[in-house]
């Protein structure tokens, strides 16, 4: 039997992630801080751990850490109750987690000392392809790590990439962020211009994603800010930290980045706000704010179909429209007017 898994990190992106691993046979032990994240595993199929250490405790060979910061991976690497202390020579370490590139050369070097591999392995994606097996992951590390964790690595990924060394998966991730940050900020500003010259903006969503101005951030994000759903996918307070990382970086490669640090300053903005745990699409609100302008809409589609409103209504008017108004004021009940205008003529045009 192959040995078990540990998998820290039972988030958005990482629930899916070890669900994959089980959906492929493979023996996963998960631990998560939030407790129903972890039921939800174990209701799943894997053994649900109530510690860093319980997951090692079966014998696992590789430690999978997918968490949000390189603080929260130091804590279950080397902080009490940690991993390292329990982590055999030869067993191997998987991070997944988007960490500054100095972080992950330091990892494995500290990891090193104690004959443990190390994969610095970055994913992109979302979600969805988190739960399906077909992340794009970049990965960094020495021929010993990638024979020990390849395989695990390809179970997750649609898009395996051998970008290196440890640290160039996350240099690599880098510029993936810059790039998803900026265009989620583009497409929130976008968005709200068209808002604010009055177009439609369901209708504008739909020629921009068949246009040269798409992006698959565009394509992804706008939907939450048409539907005014800003249910964490991905929060506004993960492009503080991932943008944060590219400017660090670019600054210590005396590299500009103007774009960037506006993008960067604008999920400042939204965070600031009291939205850092929404959706990161949210970043549209501050221009909703700053303007007076909505972008969110109503589908077409939305409302109630002309045979489903007629079939409801009660027969035609009677004759005598003042006595029946004066007879249902007398017995408090409310006259109704119902006016059905065709959706497709303008009503300042008289033509209905």
């Known amino acids: ?117 190390f994969l610095d392995a970055p994913v992109s994606g979302g979600t969805a392809k988190a739960a399906q097996g077909k992340l794009t992951i970049m990965c960094g590390g020495s021929p010993a790590a990638w024979e020990a964790g390849g395989y695990l690595l390809e179970l997750l990924s649609e898009r395996l990439y051998n970008v290196g060394g440890a640290g160039d998966g996350s240099s690599v991730k880098m510029v993936n962020q810059l790039l998803a940050g900026a265009h989620i900020a583009t497409a929130a500003e976008a968005m709200a211009l068209g808002a604010r010259a009055g177009l439609n903006t369901r209708m504008l969503y739909d020629i921009i994603s068949n246009a040269a101005g798409a992006s698959w951030m565009f394509n992804n994000r706008v939907p939450h800010m048409l539907d005014d759903d800003f249910t964490p996918h991905s929060a506004v307070d993960i492009f503080v930290k991932d943008l944060g990382i590219v400017l660090d970086e670019a600054r210590g490669l005396e ?31 501050v221009f909703e704010r700053l303007t007076g302008v909505t972008v969110a809409s109503v589908p077409d589609d939305a409302g109630v179909g002309f045979d489903a409103l007629t079939s409801r209504l009660p027969p035609a008017w009677p004759k005598d429209e003042l006595e029946t108004i004066r007879r249902g004021l007398a017995e408090e009940a409310t006259p109704q007017l119902v006016v059905l205008v065709s959706a497709r003529r303008r009503l300042d045009s008289g033509d209905f």
């Open 1 to 117: 039997m192959a040995p078990e898994v540990a998998w820290v990190g039972l988030g958005a992106m990482g629930s899916g992630m070890a669900r994959t691993l089980l959906h492929h046979g493979v023996r996963v032990a998960g631990f998560d801080v939030n407790p129903a994240a972890v039921a939800a595993f174990a209701a799943a199929g894997g053994r649900p751990c109530a510690a860093v250490a319980e997951t090692l405790a079966g014998g696992a060979a590789a430690l999978c850490v997918m968490v949000a910061t390189a603080a929260q991976a130091e804590a279950v690497l080397y902080g009490p109750g940690g991993a390292l202390e329990l982590l055999a020579p030869g067993a191997l370490v998987v991070l997944t987690a988007t960490v500054p590139p100095a972080f992950a050369r330091a990892t494995e070097a500290k990891l090193a000392e104690r004959g443990v591999l």
């Open 255 to 285: 590299f500009p980045l103007p774009v960037a640090s506006t993008a960067h300053q604008q999920f400042l903005l939204t965070s600031a706000a009291g939205m850092g745990r929404f959706d990161d699409a949210a970043v549209v609100k």
